[in-house]
């Protein structure tokens, strides 16, 4: 059991709480009245299952929005909903987001009063640069502008969602393989002086070490995970 497993070496794990409607209708699965009743059933049963893990940390909500400037209220709305409901069942439960379209994010005044209303502990903005959206060159600036709203604002921890990932093909066409490691460098130096905490995104298949007994994914991750490891014990 994979609890069990992070148990044991004291790991962290949110659960997640969404994709209990059509996963590609995120836009309606917040609104939709059924789909929230049907995830917050699920959170029950969650709770029941597993609270007793010292592992189970917090709770994610995957229907994650688009930020086109600023949070829409339908997605604060239901962002603040599921936290309240969180909060009534583990009390004792972080919460986590993860946006896109963090390339859009206008960190006006607007964008910070929204951010301190959102009632979430942690928001792991995905960096994009996987799925070509931002230039690696781009998310400094992207990210100190994220840093500055979140100060001012006084509420959710900045956390960074790195893509490590690059495309077969086409981008969404395509299957996923492992970033060059220079370019997966360049993405954490440019987000560590801004983020609280940085996570990688799809670790599955993307990273393993060599001789890995259970290897998964493409051939050239073993590859990025000794240069990573490599990198990180070098400083």
Same mark, same amino acid.
């Given at each position: 059991?994979?609890?069990?497993?992070?148990?044991?070496?004291?790991?962290?794990?949110?659960?997640?709480?969404?994709?209990?409607?059509?996963?590609?209708?995120?836009?309606?699965?917040?609104?939709?009245?059924?789909? =929230?009743?049907?995830?917050?059933?699920?959170?029950?049963?969650?709770?029941?299952?597993?609270?007793?893990?010292?592992?189970?940390?917090?709770?994610?909500?995957?229907?994650?929005?688009?930020? =086109?400037?600023?949070?829409?209220?339908?997605? !604060?709305?239901?962002?603040?909903?599921?936290?309240?409901?969180?909060?009534?069942?583990?009390?004792?439960?972080?919460?986590?987001?993860?946006?896109?379209?963090?390339?859009?994010?206008?960190?006006?005044?607007?964008?910070?009063? !929204?951010?301190?209303?959102?009632?979430?502990?942690?928001?792991?903005?995905?960096?994009? *640069?996987? *799925?070509?959206?931002?230039? *690696?060159?781009? !998310?400094?600036?992207?990210?100190?502008?994220?840093?500055?709203?979140?100060?001012?604002?006084?509420?959710?921890?900045?956390?960074?969602?790195?893509?490590?990932?690059?495309?077969?093909?086409?981008?969404?066409?395509?299957?996923?393989?492992?970033?060059?490691?220079?370019?997966?460098?360049?993405?954490?130096?440019?987000?560590?002086?801004?983020?609280?905490? =940085?996570?990688?995104?799809?670790?599955?298949?993307?990273?393993?070490?060599?001789?890995?007994?259970?290897?998964?994914?493409?051939?050239?991750?073993?590859?990025?995970?000794?240069?990573?490891?490599?990198? =990180?014990?070098?400083?």
């Amino acid at each position: 059991e994979i609890l069990s497993e992070a148990d044991e070496r004291n790991i962290k794990v949110f659960l997640g709480n969404g994709f209990y409607g059509d996963w590609s209708k995120a836009a309606y699965n917040i609104e939709s009245k059924e789909v =929230i009743s049907r995830s917050f059933k699920a959170m029950e049963e969650l709770t029941a299952l597993y609270s007793h893990h010292k592992s189970f940390f917090g709770w994610y909500f995957p229907d994650e929005t688009c930020i =086109i400037l600023n949070y829409s209220k339908k997605f !604060t709305d239901y962002v603040n909903l599921c936290s309240k409901y969180c909060h009534e069942i583990t009390p004792d439960k972080k919460t986590l987001i993860a946006p896109y379209g963090t390339n859009l994010a206008l960190t006006n005044s607007r964008f910070i009063h !929204t951010l301190a209303s959102l009632d979430v502990d942690f928001i792991a903005y995905q960096d994009e *640069v996987g *799925v070509k959206k931002t230039k *690696v060159d781009r !998310t400094a600036r992207i990210f100190e502008r994220l840093r500055k709203a979140h100060d001012k604002a006084g509420r959710a921890e900045l956390w960074a969602d790195i893509e490590l990932f690059d495309f077969e093909g086409m981008v969404y066409k395509s299957a996923l393989i492992p970033a060059n490691f220079e370019r997966v460098k360049n993405q954490l130096e440019n987000v560590a002086p801004y983020a609280d905490k =940085i996570l990688c995104y799809q670790y599955q298949g993307m990273m393993n070490p060599e001789g890995s007994p259970c290897f998964s994914g493409h051939e050239s991750s073993a590859k990025l995970y000794k240069d990573y490891i490599h990198y =990180i014990k070098k400083d």
